[in-house]
């Protein structure tokens, strides 16, 4: 079930917050908390119950060695044998990562392993199951933290609403049991707080604005220039490659706040998942705003423990660069997201390094230079092949010829001696037109310069006018969802 469909706005929210609050009003709390697991799990099969099961059995597997590792870890902190708490540990993060490592990577290693002998084996096409790489790093991180005794004695149904809870289900943000759990035991969160559900309405439909009327905007002409074209001139290449870069963060941007927002209902809080990532200064900068849970989950559980910064210069470079580099292979079975994840591993090492120099730009070139980096960069997140990426990239650097729109040739026209053409409907083959320059400029613009969601939910005051203007982006999102689209980040 999609965050931007009529079923789920309509009919399934109303319904189980209504649910909710109506058996905590007669004081059903535990009937009200498996009252919203029973949702969550329906959520999550609707359209599809095959991976149900798995989800479940997860959860089960989990609970339990979790609950093993807290009681041994503080029976017998020093304990050996195949029941100390160190192998528990390891053989829970093994099965875990074996689970999706099977379903995610299983044929990537296949016909990675067909080309290297020369043998053809069969793929075995599994389809990946819905949310297999959240809730799976959300589960290793409980582990590691019963088995560092920072969880505390949490039942079963709690668990159960921490993995499962359904505005973070199927892409985040990653929480930590510490975040939420608590909240769900919370006496005072079990009744309406109007205050709460005035701003995740809000920042819900903001959310649902920014996918369904941005996002899927930028998907026409990002999707044209990558997947149907066969090559694509100066203006066309940098068209598409921006579309895709404001695709990729109104959408995953706008989910996160259909989940915060949807969170809020039930006075849960989600962590921040979005900080306006494209007013970045650096890219460490950047990765301290773009999906800063995964960001967090990265430094805590693999950055740190692979001796973060405190082994010198040389071995903090390389922690970095294996960091970023198994962000890119989490992110996608294929070799373009290992080098997507090897670029910005690069960039974190180079930043570091200029920056432990002394030097520093001025804020406009520190800014232009990122954004430049991340929009070339995104060229081979999207990219389905190698092929498809340096189509985009050949372009970009004008090698299929300077083609620029017709509207600039009175300022550019000295150009023409260079080999610069300039011609009208150059956007035709993205199907788009003279208003695609507009648009890109205009939201472009807005993530680099307006507030985000969370700020402009936090400035607004319950009057007259915030109503007309929630009122306003809920109606014009509400029309849009009849073009509806998965998000982006459903495939990892």
């Given at each position: ?14 319904v ?18 498996a ?11 609707f359209?599809?119950?095959a991976y149900l ?44 990562l ?12 296949i ?17 990946l199951?819905?949310?297999i ?10 582990l590691l ?7 505390k ?5 709690n668990?159960?609403l ?6 973070q289900?199927?892409a985040g943000?990653?929480v930590?049991h510490?975040?939420?759990m608590?909240?769900f035991t ?13 701003h ?6 903001l959310?649902l ?6 996002a ?11 997947d ?15 579309s895709?870069t404001?695709?990729?963060?109104y ?6 706040d ?5 969170a809020l209902?039930?006075?849960?809080r989600?962590p ?10 650096d890219?460490?900068?950047f ?26 210069t ?21 070799w373009t997201?290992v ?15 200029w920056?432990?120099?002394?030097f ?16 070339c960069s995104?060229?081979?997140f ?8 340096f189509k985009?990239?050949?372009g ?5 010829g ?14 023409t ?15 788009g ?25 936090e ?12 009122v ?5 999102g509400l ?7 998965e998000?982006?980040?459903f495939?990892?």
């Amino acid at each position: 079930m999609l965050f931007s469909s009529y079923i789920y706005i309509l009919l399934f929210l109303p319904v189980v917050v209504t649910g909710y609050f109506v058996l905590n009003r007669y004081r059903l709390i535990l009937a009200g908390r498996a009252w919203l697991v029973l949702a969550s799990l329906f959520f999550y099969s609707f359209g599809n119950p095959a991976y149900l099961p798995l989800l479940v059995a997860s959860i089960l597997f989990n609970y339990g060695l979790g609950t093993a590792l807290k009681k041994g870890k503080q029976a017998s902190p020093q304990r050996g044998g195949l029941l100390s708490p160190k192998v528990m540990l390891l053989f829970g993060i093994t099965v875990n990562l074996a689970l999706l490592g099977y379903f995610k990577y299983a044929d990537f290693f296949i016909s990675n392993f067909s080309a290297l002998t020369g043998h053809e084996f069969n793929l075995l096409h599994l389809m990946l199951p819905l949310a297999i790489s959240f809730f799976t790093f959300q589960q290793i991180a409980y582990l590691l933290d019963c088995r560092s005794l920072e969880t505390k004695e949490y039942d079963f149904l709690n668990y159960c609403l921490f993995v499962s809870f359904f505005p973070q289900l199927l892409a985040g943000p990653i929480v930590r049991h510490r975040e939420t759990m608590p909240q769900f035991t919370r006496l005072r969160n079990a009744l309406p707080n109007w205050r709460n559900i005035a701003h995740g309405i809000t920042i819900f439909f903001l959310g649902l604005f920014k996918k369904v009327i941005i996002a899927d905007t930028f998907a026409v002409w990002a999707d044209a220039g990558f997947d149907q074209l066969p090559a694509l001139n100066f203006t066309q290449a940098w068209t598409v490659s921006l579309s895709y870069t404001l695709q990729l963060y109104y959408d995953f941007s706008g989910y996160t706040d259909m989940a915060i927002g949807s969170a809020l209902l039930f006075n849960i809080r989600l962590p921040i998942n979005f900080y306006s990532p494209y007013k970045a200064l650096d890219i460490r900068d950047f990765w301290r705003r773009w999906h800063m849970t995964l960001s967090r989950w990265l430094r805590d559980y693999v950055y740190i423990p692979l001796g973060g910064s405190r082994q010198g210069t040389v071995r903090t470079c390389v922690n970095l660069f294996i960091t970023f580099l198994l962000c890119g292979l989490w992110h996608g079975s294929g070799w373009t997201f290992v080098l997507w994840g090897a670029m910005h591993g690069a960039a974190v090492v180079i930043n570091r390094l200029w920056q432990k120099l002394g030097f520093r730009l001025p804020s406009l070139p520190a800014w232009l230079l990122t954004f430049l980096f991340l929009n070339c960069s995104w060229v081979f997140f999207r990219a389905a092949t190698f092929a498809d990426a340096f189509k985009v990239i050949k372009g970009m650097l004008g090698l299929n010829g300077l083609v620029l729109p017709e509207m600039v040739r009175l300022p550019l026209g000295v150009l023409t001696p260079f080999g610069v053409r300039f011609e009208d409907d150059i956007l035709a083959a993205l199907n788009g037109d003279k208003l695609n320059m507009m648009v890109l400029v205009i939201f472009g613009l807005g993530a680099a310069l307006w507030r985000n969601s969370l700020q402009m939910a936090e400035k607004m005051k319950p009057d007259a006018r915030w109503a007309l203007f929630v009122v306003f982006i809920a109606i014009y999102g509400l029309l849009g969802v009849s073009r509806i689209s998965e998000f982006i980040y459903f495939q990892f």
